[in-house]
């Protein structure tokens, strides 16, 4: 089972990176709290303090077209917040 499935990349998680040292994953919606925490020391060789998970339900859309009424919506995921311990970093962008 693969645990993290892509890093958050948005203006809110990367201030929170720089100044708190927290970092955000889209996760497997099975995987726990220990899990995750194992794979991110595992990948990206820092030490985690805490980790902190939710689960993001799915948007509702309607539109309103010639044919009708559409709706849709989106999927939902897990998110994982990761706290990594003082003085040790996770650079996303090293290797493209």
């Given amino acids: ?43 990206y060789g820092v030490s985690v303090t805490g980790v902190r998970t939710m689960n993001v339900r799915p948007d509702r859309k309607t539109r309103y077209t010639k044919t009708g009424i559409q709706t849709g ?6 998110k994982a917040i990761v706290q990594v311990a003082e003085g040790d970093t996770i650079d996303f962008y090293n290797n493209i």
């Fill in 1 to 43: 089972m693969n645990i993290l499935i892509k890093p958050i990349i948005t203006e809110k998680a990367t201030a929170d990176a720089e100044l708190n040292n927290r970092y955000g994953f889209v996760v497997n919606p099975q995987a726990n709290k220990v899990e995750i925490k194992k794979a991110v020391e595992a990948v």
């Fill in 73 to 78: 919506k989106t999927n939902a995921y897990k």
